[in-house]
């Protein structure tokens, strides 16, 4: 049963790491935790979000390349696109009309 939904609020679109922003995460990783103080453990954590940011944006695109609003696609893709995903089926959907992870450019 369909619902009628409206489109969540546009957010902003985040921006991928600098070179430098992945070098330092590069470090962070080869570092063990608890050799780590509390700035660097802020600036992994701040970066870490960062990250997720730009791929729940890459994902919700490429999402939407997959599933065109409106159009026709094979049999199966959605299954397909909900297993290689984190989403769930319907969310994915939501992300496909236009409902979930609207970002303004």
Do not use: C, H
């Amino acid at each position: 049963m369909p619902v009628n939904l409206p489109p969540s609020k546009p957010q902003p679109k985040p921006r991928p790491l600098t070179a430098d922003q992945w070098e330092r995460l590069a470090r962070f990783e080869d570092t063990p935790d608890n050799a780590k103080s509390e700035a660097e453990l802020l600036e992994e954590l701040r970066l870490r979000t960062l990250t997720d940011a730009w791929n729940r944006y890459r994902i919700a695109g490429n999402i939407r390349a997959l599933l065109p609003e409106g159009a026709e696609v094979r049999r199966g893709l959605i299954t397909d696109v909900t297993d290689a995903s984190p989403y769930k089926r319907e969310y994915v959907g939501r992300i496909r009309d236009g409902i979930a992870a609207n970002y303004r450019d």
